[in-house]
């Protein structure tokens, strides 16, 4: 019979020199599908989802990138301005003009009120931080924002302010019509008003030869925010021991089956924290997986034998000095009524016995 013990290894990952660019990222995770010109920069990013769509979205979202469709790929659109003439505006069919624009506002009980963002803080290990944003209402809904991105406290306080400002910004929408002579805009585009508001055009169609445009507000993002990562707490860095592994025949104790023979896995690994880990067992060439014990056990050498005496009393021959392979584990004494009920029962070399008192 053969017992093999089983360990998690954990392991670090170094990537480029340079930090990675947002194009660069939605580029690989997309198959070179989504193109963007966004110089954006991040430590890292963790492209994972039921699809490339979720796995880039929240990058998408939160960096709040225009993105066009031309039908080869998914691009930035170009970063041009188009001046409208007050004469384009309110154009309709037939004699009669309709008016120069329409706005309207969504209600501020569907836009967030606050707004919390997950990210991975480098500075705290990579462990997850959240910055909150809050806007200037007492309407709306606690929004919470997930940002599988390695940055930084300051860039993630930016993009949280940033992102609760554009959205309270697009609570406004325009809707303007146009001759036929602009039927080249495209959802994307940048349009300048006639008072210097800047508008990014969302969908064109064409309405009884009138171009119908749908445009959103453009507004200035965050570049970065003074903000504190808080402090970190890491863990204590060990070096890996070996694991401890001792198979025990023990007599019918009550804890295994009676109708075939039993064996014991004791297992505890010094210096380590202590977790379950599959265990293979190899029986006449059948190989069967186990998990070992919730409990680690308590493993040591004993650096002295036991007196060949009968004699019960308090002697300094009657004691056994035990080497624990764990500093961390300590042995106790009990009471004989404790003893009784099969406390501190030990296995030493092939046979089992109770000690009372522990020094």
Request: aromatic fraction near 6%; hydrophobic fraction near 45%.
């Amino acid at each position: 019979m053969r017992f093999w013990f089983g360990r998690i290894l954990t392991f670090e990952i170094f990537g480029d020199d340079e930090p990675p660019k947002v194009s660069s990222i939605l580029a690989d995770a997309s198959g070179q599908v989504l193109l963007s010109d966004a110089s954006m920069t991040v430590q890292g990013y963790a492209a994972y989802g039921a699809s490339r769509r979720a796995a880039v979205q929240p990058l998408i979202d939160q960096f709040a990138i225009p993105l066009l469709d031309d039908g080869i790929a998914i691009r930035s659109p170009a970063d041009s301005v188009d001046e409208l003439e007050v004469f384009e505006l309110g154009c309709a069919a037939g004699e009669g003009g309709d008016a120069r624009h329409e706005r309207s506002q969504s209600p501020a009980g569907d836009l967030p009120r606050s707004l919390f963002l997950s990210y991975y803080d480098p500075e705290r290990d990579y462990q997850t931080g959240q910055m909150r944003a809050i806007a200037a209402s007492v309407h709306g809904i606690d929004e919470a924002v997930e940002l599988p991105a390695a940055i930084g406290a300051g860039q993630a306080k930016a993009l949280a302010e940033t992102h609760i400002a554009q959205r309270w910004a697009r609570r406004d929408s325009l809707t303007l019509r146009l001759p036929l002579e602009r039927l080249g805009m495209r959802p994307g585009s940048l349009v300048q008003m006639d008072d210097g508001a800047v508008w990014r055009t969302e969908q064109v169609t064409v309405e009884d030869m009138v171009v119908r445009a749908s445009l959103s507000p453009v507004s200035q993002g965050i570049a970065n925010a003074a903000a504190d990562a808080g402090t970190h707490l890491p863990a204590p860095d060990r070096v890996a021991s070996p694991t401890n592994l001792v198979v025990l025949d023990l007599p019918d104790l009550g804890i295994g089956r009676h109708d075939v023979p039993v064996l014991q896995v004791a297992a505890c690994q010094p210096s380590a924290g202590w977790r379950p880990v599959p265990v293979e067992v190899t029986i006449g060439g059948e190989v069967r997986v186990i998990a070992s014990a919730q409990g680690e056990a308590i493993i040591g050498i004993a650096t002295n034998a036991l007196a060949a005496s009968s004699s019960l009393s308090v002697d300094e021959t009657n004691f056994l000095a035990v080497e624990l392979a764990d500093e961390d584990h300590w042995l106790e004494s009990r009471d004989d009524g404790a003893l009784g009920l099969g406390a501190n029962l030990a296995a030493v070399g092939s046979e089992l016995v109770q000690f009372g008192r522990a020094i």
